[in-house]
């Protein structure tokens, strides 16, 4: 099916160059395809090329600013994903290297509705991501935010592997009852605002994956970061809703993160 869409690409028209990351089923590269600079992600084993195949087939489909655009794919000694190079790296890692006196608050706006964006378009495409953290958030050369890693991306809610799970990102209703929607996306996004405007802290700092399980089911949620505007903090609060159809959903976060982008740029 990719060899005729023309996402089966070829293996002498790359060239390969130093590794920028490692991921749990292969290492990435930088590299170069027809003079255009990319990212090289080298699946090892046989048995997961299937899933990953997979993966590169939904991003196949997707096109949005605020998502790494997929190249193509190289079947060669194990499968070879060829995506947009984001040389800043991941958003978590961006963050904590630079930290508040090197970004301002703008900024961080900047980088929230640019996930939000990418997020709205899955949404609009009935697309659940399941993994949405700062560390699945990649930022180009002119510091564009980008949701990455589709590799649990699934069109419908169910076939769930729950010893996986990211507990400290996850909606309570998936944690028990193993059930996914753009709601508990929404959750999860509103972990990754409170890492942004922590500048790539670990959420739940000091508590354990069974204390949070615990605490967030009795309704325990995170204070407000430091000097973070109450808008967003209200936005976070929103998006840890016990209830995921109280929760919003991305085009209305988008909206009112324009709203304060406005506000708070008149504030400056
Ligand atoms: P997996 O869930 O498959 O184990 P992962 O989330 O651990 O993956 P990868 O997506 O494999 O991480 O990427 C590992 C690291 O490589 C990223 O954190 C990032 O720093 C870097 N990286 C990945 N893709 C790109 C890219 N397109 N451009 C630049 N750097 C990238």
């Not at 920028?20 to 590269?29: K, L, P």
């Not at 958003?91 to 996930?115: K, Y």
């Not at 193993?178 to 605002?193: A, C, H, Q, R």
Request: hydrophobic share 35%; proline share 4%.
């Amino acid at each position: 099916e990719l060899s005729k869409t023309g996402w089966l690409l070829d293996i002498t028209k790359l060239t390969l160059g130093e590794q920028i990351g490692e991921g749990e089923f292969g290492a990435v590269y930088r590299g170069e395809y027809m003079g255009q600079k990319v990212a090289v992600k080298i699946i090892k084993c046989d048995v997961t090329a299937q899933s990953f195949l997979q993966e590169t087939t939904v991003m196949t489909k997707l096109q949005h600013k605020n998502l790494v655009r997929l190249l193509g794919v190289i079947l060669h000694k194990g499968l070879h994903i060829i995506t947009e190079l984001m040389t800043k790296g991941n958003l978590g890692n961006f963050l904590r290297t630079r930290g508040r006196s090197v970004i301002n608050s703008v900024q961080l706006l900047h980088f929230a509705l640019n996930v939000c964006e990418g997020m709205e378009y899955l949404e609009s495409k009935k697309l659940v991501h399941r993994d949405l953290a700062a560390r699945n958030v990649l930022v180009s050369d002119d510091s564009v935010a980008k949701v990455s890693d589709f590799g649990l991306t699934k069109v419908d809610s169910k076939e769930p592997d729950k010893a996986k799970l990211p507990v400290k990102w996850t909606a309570p209703e998936s944690l028990k009852k193993e059930k996914f929607s753009t709601k508990s996306d929404v959750w999860s996004y509103g972990i990754l605002l409170w890492e942004i405007f922590t500048y790539g802290r670990q959420p739940y700092p000091k508590m354990s994956l069974k204390e949070v399980k615990e605490k967030v089911e009795e309704g325990y949620r995170m204070e407000s970061p430091e000097s973070c505007p109450p808008n967003v903090y209200s936005l976070m609060r929103l998006c840890w809703e016990q209830d995921p159809r109280r929760r919003p959903g991305f085009s209305k976060l988008r909206e009112k993160l324009e709203q304060e982008m406005i506000q708070g740029t008149d504030r400056d």
